[in-house]
């Protein structure tokens, strides 16, 4: 975490900036619980951002239509950190302090969820983590915090060593970033590398926020790689794999399933052919996903649907693990039973993903992975035959 920003964190906390834990209704009234969403909604990242936003909404429009939680509607107020650290920490500030909600259904991206920890873990106000699922939000385990997905270093071992299988005595070559979710992906690879025995012969770091790979493509190329971990965000693997394309080295490239977006499979065009992923989210063309589509359009405009991808489903059903702890607490609605009821959920199908389940010991919802292959004439992506 940036030394900067945690001792920013640590600071407020001293200075008495959140409310003390007896006033642990807040957000909540007689008709009314206000629920907070903290994230990047423009920007390249707001692709995730507004998708996740927008699965969110869905869950609170499908319980308002039902009643509410308890007969109280909910209200989600949401808060843009442009993926930007500084900025998470502002805007957790501002939910938490001056619209006082009760439990925050999202704290962004990598980098932004450890700036905010400090203040999130002080607050003890129920939050819950479906885009970003690094180690320190489970481990050890954070009695108000609670990520939804699949830890990423564990996500790329899976992957690669996936691909290994199915390309076997390849030689690899890994590009990765120079952050924390760079860091995540070296992990995860040079696992897989060692337990599979696999010959890397290139391996580069790239500063986040490049948009030119012909240097380190070329390089994979030169190096004799035959196959690649992508470890890029978004934009970033759909310049390497058009790079591969351009120069003609067409090999299997794998990317994390930050990327498994159709607008990713659409920019990657033909480039796409030989690029894989690992998830845990539902298809949309999938038949367990049939469900969870009919309420995309029953509850999201026109204009909205089309900025549908993997993070609605993911935003919808952490907020609905969220919203069913909520409603086991009854009237008497607290940020302790929250977060002990969130801890009790256990294979909760919610129709956008394979079954979400938390214990006491264990916060972080680990569903199971399938392999996938882009789908360029579709733009998307398909179960690998």
């Known amino acids: 975490m940036n030394r900067r920003l945690a001792a920013s964190a640590l600071g407020l906390l001293a200075a008495g900036t959140f409310l003390p834990a007896a006033a642990q209704q807040q957000g909540v009234t007689d008709t009314e ?13 707001a692709l995730l951002g507004v998708a996740h936003n927008l699965g969110v909404k869905l869950a609170v429009a499908e319980a308002n239509a039902a009643g509410g939680i308890q007969g109280r509607k909910l209200r989600l107020i949401s808060e843009d950190d442009g993926y930007v650290p500084s900025r998470t920490i502002q805007g957790v500030r501002k939910l938490v302090n001056s619209d006082k909600v009760f439990a925050l259904t999202s704290i962004s991206g990598t980098a932004q969820a450890q700036a905010a920890m400090p203040l999130i873990k002080q607050t003890g106000l129920p939050a819950m983590a479906p885009i970003t699922t690094y180690e320190g939000l489970y481990k050890p385990t954070i009695k108000n915090v609670f990520a939804v997905g699949y830890d990423m270093r564990d996500a790329v071992y899976e992957l690669v060593s996936r691909m290994a299988e199915r390309f076997p005595g390849k030689k690899w070559a890994l590009i990765s970033q120079d952050d924390d979710y760079g860091e995540n992906v070296r992990e995860g690879f040079e696992r897989a590398a060692k337990e ?21 493509i070329l390089k994979v190329k030169q190096s004799g790689a035959e196959a690649l971990m992508a470890g890029g965000v978004l934009g970033e693997n759909v310049t390497m794999a058009k790079e591969l394309e351009r120069v003609g080295h067409s090999i299997p490239m794998g990317v994390t399933y930050v990327s498994r977006v159709p607008a990713s499979a659409k920019m990657m065009g033909s480039a796409g052919e030989n690029v894989y992923t690992v998830d845990y989210v539902y298809l949309e063309s999938a038949p367990e996903a049939k469900g969870f589509m009919d ?54 199908d919610t129709v956008a993903m394979t079954p979400i389940s938390f214990t006491a010991t264990n916060h972080l919802a680990a569903p199971k992975l399938f392999l996938l292959k882009a789908d360029p004439a579709g733009s998307t992506y398909k179960p690998a035959p």
Not at 33 to 45: C, E, K, N, R, S
Not at 198 to 208: E, H, M
């Open 33 to 45: 619980i206000v629920i907070g969403d903290i994230l990047p909604l423009t920007g390249p990242p």
């Open 196 to 216: 599979k025995k696999l010959q890397v012969v290139s391996t580069q770091v790239y500063k986040k926020g490049q948009s030119d790979f012909s240097s380190e």
């Open 295 to 348: 309420k995309i359009d029953k509850y999201l405009s026109a204009e909205e649907r089309a900025r549908v991808n993997r993070y609605t489903f993911t935003g919808y059903a952490s907020a609905r693990a969220l919203f069913a702890a909520m409603d086991r607490c009854g009237k008497a609605l607290t940020w302790d039973c929250t977060n002990a009821e969130l801890a009790k959920v256990s294979n909760l």
